[in-house]
């Protein structure tokens, strides 16, 4: 059974980093997603960075170049450093995973950027 398991969220004041956290069980590596989403209030949820299979990964066009996805092969904690965190940042964040038996939801994290 795959779990996961998200931690690090907080509050923090505009330009300010955080470091997101996804522990993982359970997951069937072959073809595979992992990645993030995040849901503000009153909006969809939406896209913030995925890795396929292990490969490059993608993130969306209001985070380039400020989030950074990773995760670590020794024991499959997948990441999110955050950056120059702005308030639109604000949402409560999941990680995702997809793997040949399902898809798989954290129970998300609370981020709020303000001053």
């Known amino acids: 059974q795959v779990q996961l398991v998200e931690s690090g969220g907080g509050l923090v004041q505009p330009g300010g980093s955080l470091k997101l956290s996804c522990a993982t069980s359970?997951?069937?590596?072959?073809?595979?997603?992992m990645g993030w989403y995040r849901q503000a209030p009153g909006e969809q949820r939406e896209l913030v960075a995925l890795t396929i299979s292990g490969s490059s990964a993608r993130y969306a066009d209001s985070v380039k170049g400020r989030f950074t996805v990773s995760r670590d092969h020794a024991d499959n904690t997948l990441y999110l450093q955050m950056n120059g965190l702005k308030p639109e940042d604000t949402a409560v964040y999941y990680c995702?995973?997809?793997?040949?038996?399902?898809?798989?939801w954290g129970q998300g994290t609370q981020v709020t950027v303000s001053s």
């Open positions: 359970g997951i069937v590596f072959g073809n595979y997603t």
């Open positions: 995702h995973v997809v793997d040949v038996r399902g898809v798989y």
